[in-house]
């Protein structure tokens, strides 16, 4: 059961410091962070698929996806791409430096729904950050569901985050079938080349008892739901990890509404039946 | 049957002049061609025949800039201001209009829920306020054919002018009790001549509130208008400029950012008003804008504004206080848009106007 602690003011964020930093590409990094009040250490869980926001004091707070998974207890870790003020300043982050967290946020995946089920997971580039808490997750409770099938699919060979779990980790892993791919051809690269949906052609999918689960950047989604539902996916069987701008974390700000729903109350996790009803959702 | 009151129209400003020890106090003023909720200190200045105010009443719960907490980055601390709030001395606001008490009891969904916005409630209890009964339509409203010209709930005190120069007065609240002690023999019980007046001026402002559209089906029309082409006429009047979602009394979004003091040693994590039609309201890291195209925008605020309110909070976001008709430099009215989206999809029984 998540404990949660309750607080008067949920716009202030817990201290923690940064304990480990790994390299995953030349943009993006793992931070490795710990609370310092014992208490929130101690409480402090979540559901895959969730999100925090993580605050550098004078520089700004943003949200980022979970990748850590609860069922291995100790640091929390975020894999992050610098891409702006708030990751500059995660990124010049020296270990033992001390930030904000605040949450975790959001629905994040309904992980006993998924008991029994095959997983299909489909990741692009760094849609894989939320997706490894959901697989690692998994893994830790591999006989409490089906097959599982990974997609991956980034720009290039380079690029690709968390590469030791993709090459050395999850295809090991029993029942697990691991495809990758990358956009641009390296002469290094000795596996696909093309878009993510290629790997349809290369690994055949059954939508029996399947469910997709979708992350990576906007233009993806179309192209991935289409293929599935060539399959034969219903629409309650993909869930996707949805991306937006987000200022509160908890459904004040208004920034991540899309449609009639909020990004950070009603997902970032729906299912593409609503995403659907959701107009300008993808 | 709780107890009802007389009071003498002239009498609020002796009302307001003895609240004066215990609260600050805001009222409708005039300024140069408008209205505004501005500080009183002198009564006299209060003027309960304003049609509108420029401003709504959401300045006093979200201030347009306000610091939540302050961070000393040398031993990394943080000061919540969330007590500095909580000890600001009452605020009474005087002659509210009914769309105003129904903007802010739109406002207190938004911020309680789930989880709570400390700011906004901390403020919200420690206001008091004395609600108006418009009995003549104004300018730019149109309340009625929103279902906001009538209050339940939301007011302390409420005044509905009747003949006579008096108000009959409601109390809605301990605070509206408080109101009553300070009052004193300025109040005094209604009596039958009073009810009657009472219902004479309610059956005046029924008469007198023109009603323009009606809500039936709305949240079916909004689904199945998504691709109607007014989008794209209105996106191409709107200038973006957001004057509409700043002098809207339900609009709340708003922006957070960090700001260093020139010491670099302390910053304030601060709020600011925002608008959705402002090129970066959903503008995320890459960069990837949710809604590049200005009609885009024109058209999520509203959606948001009666399909979203009505998804998450079950009423719709517009009061029909009619100030951003009166603000929009493009002249576009939300009353002639939510008209004929009605009107072209569930068919519209009233007649146009008002």
Known sequence: ????????????????????????????????????????????????????????????????????????????????????????????????????????????????????????????????????????????????????????????????????????????????????????????????????????????????NTVAIICGPPVMYKFVVQDLMKLGFKGDDILLSLERKMQCGVGKCAHCQIGHKLTCIDGPVFTFSEVQRLQEAI | MSSTYIMKRSDLLKLVQAAMDEYDIYGPVQRRTTWVFDKIDDPSRIDMDYDNTMMSLKKFFIPSKEVMMRFNLREMSIDDSLPDVKAERPQLLVGVHACDIHALLFLDRVF?????????????????????????????????????????????????????????????????????????????????????????????????????????????????????PIWARLGEECMNCGSCALVCPTCYCYDVADELDLSLSNADRTRKWSTCLYHDFALVAGPHNFREDPPARLKYRFYHKIRGALHDHGIIACTGCGRCIEHCPAGISVKDVVYELQKRRVGVPVVKGG
């Not at chain 2, 079916?220 to 691709?227: G, H, Q």
């Open chain 2, 112 to 228: 309680g829920g789930k989880y709570v916005d400390p700011y906004y409630v901390a403020r919200r209890e420690n206001t008091t306020i004395i609600g108006l009964n418009c009995i003549d339509p104004c300018k730019h409203g149109f309340c009625k054919s929103v279902n906001t010209h009538i209050v339940n709930e939301g007011y302390d005190l409420y005044l509905t002018p009747i003949t006579g120069d008096k108000y009959y007065v409601h109390v809605g609240s301990p605070k509206g009790d408080r109101l009553l002690t300070i009052a004193g023999k300025l109040l005094r019980e209604a009596t039958d001549e009073g009810h009657e007046a009472f219902k004479a001026s309610m059956k005046h402002k029924h008469e007198s509130l023109p009603v323009g559209l009606h809500l039936d089906n709305i949240n079916e029309t909004f689904d199945m208008a998504w691709d109607d």
């Open chain 1, 1 to 208: 059961m998540q404990i949660t602690l309750t607080r008067e003011n949920e716009y202030l964020p817990d201290l923690a410091k940064l304990m480990k930093k790994t390299k995953l590409t030349e943009m993006e990094s793992l931070f490795e962070f710990e609370f310092l009040d014992n208490n929130v250490r101690k409480y402090f869980t979540y559901n895959p698929g969730q999100f925090v926001q993580v605050s550098i004091f004078g520089v700004g707070e943003a949200p980022f996806s979970v990748s850590s998974t609860p069922t291995r207890p100790g640091n929390l870790e975020l894999g992050i791409r610098q891409t702006g003020n708030v990751t500059d300043a995660i990124h010049n982050l020296n270990v033992g430096d001390v930030v904000g967290i605040r949450g975790p946020y959001g629905n994040g995946f309904s992980m006993d729904k998924l008991c029994g089920k095959n997983l299909l997971f489909i990741a692009g580039g760094i849609g894989m950050v939320p997706l490894r808490s959901v697989i690692n997750y998994i893994m830790d409770k591999r006989d409490d569901y089906g097959k599982v099938t990974i997609f991956y699919g980034a720009c290039l060979p380079d690029e690709r985050v968390f590469v030791d779990e993709l090459e050395n980790v999850w295809p090991n892993a029993p029942d697990v079938e691991m495809h990758q791919t990358v956009d641009e051809c390296h002469e290094t690269w000795q596996g696909n080349v093309g878009v993510v949906t290629c790997l349809f052609d290369v690994c055949k999918v059954a939508s029996e």
